[in-house]
């Protein structure tokens, strides 16, 4: 596509629920990211995919968090037993491999009750 | 570790006025540094990186290495460039970006 999708845009939750949050990068943008902004506060790094590399997993904030891509595609993140605090917004973006110039997405409201 | 500083979340100047958004940042290696601006209800955009020594905007930021800053300036402030400002730190092998907390600029008419 022509930029990064994000979907759902808004989600609400109950708090103890599952959510899972998809990012649809840029066709051809080998490295994707996701990123969390909390209230008031700045970008929060979660994961890193590069190809087909294994994933850097080390900004994701607890085990209740995972993230999957295959190859260059679709990436979703999954918020298991979901917490208050997990509220945010949910940030991907992606990148063409070796140009450190990110796009990003709009981004997921995460709203947990 | 690598770390982004922006001491101000709030900044209101007058149109016209000269404005300076500041930076700081820690880290050990040889950095690189951009300004991304999110305007309202638009997503994360890429402003400028201190690499090109452009000017976007009228806005230019020049790396100060000594005083480890990226201070983020425009000598005339315009009311559209109302938005927040984030200055962010390229590093690491997955050339992941840390980013300060962000600023909320507000020119008044």
């Known amino acids: 596509g022509a930029g990064v999708s994000q979907s759902p845009s808004n989600k609400v939750t109950e708090k103890g629920k599952d959510v899972e949050l998809r990012c649809d990068p840029i066709s051809g943008h080998t490295a994707l990211y996701w990123y969390r902004q909390r209230l008031g506060q700045g970008l929060e790094f979660l994961i890193y995919?590069?190809?087909?590399?294994?994933?850097?997993k080390s900004g994701l904030p607890s085990d209740r968090f995972s993230a999957e891509r295959t190859g260059e595609s679709v990436s979703t993140l999954t918020i298991q037993r979901t917490q208050q605090e997990d509220s945010a917004v949910y940030l991907c973006?992606?990148?063409?491999?070796?140009?450190?110039?990110?796009?990003f997405g709009s981004g997921t409201r995460l709203t947990v009750v | 570790a690598q770390r982004v500083t922006q001491p101000e979340k709030l900044l209101s100047v007058f149109k016209g006025a000269p404005v300076e958004l500041k930076c700081n940042y820690s880290?050990?290696?040889?950095?690189?540094l951009f300004w991304y601006v999110q305007y309202s209800r638009q997503r994360l955009q890429l402003l400028l990186r201190?690499?090109s020594r452009e000017s976007i905007k009228g806005f230019t930021a020049d790396l100060n290495k000594g005083e480890t800053s990226f201070h983020l300036k425009k000598p005339f402030a315009q009311e559209e460039d109302s938005a927040m400002y984030y200055c962010a730190l390229l590093s690491g092998s997955a050339r992941q970006l840390t980013f300060g907390s962000g600023t909320q600029l507000t020119v008044l008419p």
């Open positions: 973006a992606s990148r063409v491999g070796g140009n450190y110039g990110y796009t």
């Open positions: 201190h690499i």
């Open positions: 995919f590069q190809g087909n590399s294994a994933p850097d």
């Open positions: 880290y050990s290696g040889s950095p690189e």
